[in-house]
């Protein structure tokens, strides 16, 4: 677990990290804002030390250490309490990451379940006093920390919006024995996605309503266009989801008609020799008094007759466009 601390006002701003949550408590920023970021949940006593020091409700430490939260917004007497998901794509698949958020009056304590560097532009920014934000409250730095999440979701949409485009091109070859495990696996990506951002919408209606001094009227533009931001991502995902069935519905239209050729194919073969076994079945009988078989030319003359068949019925199919 690595704990870290900024400190800035419209003047200054600096920087510490800490080993114990002790340590960290001793910088303090009296005259401005403090933001407090936790990577890594490793350490369940060093969350609840810091959260007792803040008094943060137990109810919210259970939902900070739960890495299966949904999204959320809660309202407490002295801090709102903010999660959501956090979603980037590595080696090919999608990594979760619960980002949690505790908004005081003068500090913000972010905490995210796996270790990284997520919010190094805002950390950048802050530094070197880009932007409006040392100007700024917690509420917009909170609104910095859901926006930087919420930007990741569309990169990670991106990706996979290419890997359909691929799927659609790839769907017409019926002989590609990857696409279908490929299709299942995007399918659950994007069932993934789903349950961590639909839930982001409802929580962040919610914030909008929100009336709590932590929150300034001036930032719920902000907020609303955050909220439109997710809404995008959500119809984003169900559009996917819809060509995802689309893909497999034309895939599935390319197997069928190829198994209808083969079957035709097959289908045609068993009627030329239909009439073929029948000739060859009765000559092959074991009666004594068969005359055509005494007759000289009988084996070339059934040679004929059974090619003579098989032309002719091959004739008829052309001209029924059955073949």
């Known amino acids: 677990m690595k704990l870290s601390i900024i400190g800035y006002d419209p003047i200054g701003s600096w920087t510490k990290t800490a080993v114990t949550v002790d340590e ?59 999660c959501l998901k956090a979603i980037a794509q590595k080696d090919g698949e999608l990594v979760f990451d619960l980002v949690s958020m505790v908004i005081l009056e003068n500090t913000v304590i972010s905490v995210q379940g796996l270790p990284g560097d997520s919010f190094a532009g805002i ?44 799927f659609e091109e790839r769907a017409a070859d019926g002989n590609d024995p990857s696409f279908i495990p490929d299709v299942q696996n995007t399918k659950q990506k994007l069932l993934q996605m789903r349950r961590a951002i639909w839930p982001l919408r409802e929580s962040l209606s919610i914030l909008l309503r929100m009336d709590s001094p932590l929150l300034s009227g001036d930032l719920m533009p902000f907020f609303k266009d955050l909220q439109e931001n997710a809404v995008q ?18 895939n599935l239209s390319v197997m069928s008609n190829r198994m209808n050729g083969i079957m035709k194919v097959l289908t045609i073969i068993s009627t030329l020799f239909i009439p073929l076994t029948f000739i060859v079945g009765v000559y092959g009988m074991n009666f004594t008094n068969m005359p055509e078989l005494q007759y000289r030319y009988a084996y070339p003359v059934t040679w004929g007759v059974m090619i003579a068949i098989v032309l002719g019925m091959l004739y008829f199919f052309k001209r029924r466009h059955w073949f």
């Open 24 to 82: 960290l408590l001793n910088y303090k920023n009296p005259a401005g804002i403090t933001w407090i970021n936790v990577d890594g949940t490793d350490n369940h006593d060093a969350i609840t030390r810091l959260a007792e020091a803040y008094r943060i409700h137990p109810l919210t430490i259970e939902d900070i250490l739960d890495a299966e939260q949904r999204p959320k917004v809660e309202e407490f007497d002295h801090y709102l309490f903010i």
């Open 233 to 250: 991502a959500a119809e984003t995902v169900e559009t996917y989801r819809e060509l995802m069935a689309g893909v497999m519905e034309v």
């Open 123 to 166: 950390r950048k920014r802050i530094m070197n006093n880009v932007g409006r934000i040392r100007r700024m409250g917690t509420d917009y730095l909170s609104y910095l920390l859901m926006d930087s999440v919420v930007d990741e979701y569309f990169f990670v949409l991106d990706a996979l919006g290419d890997a359909i485009e691929k």
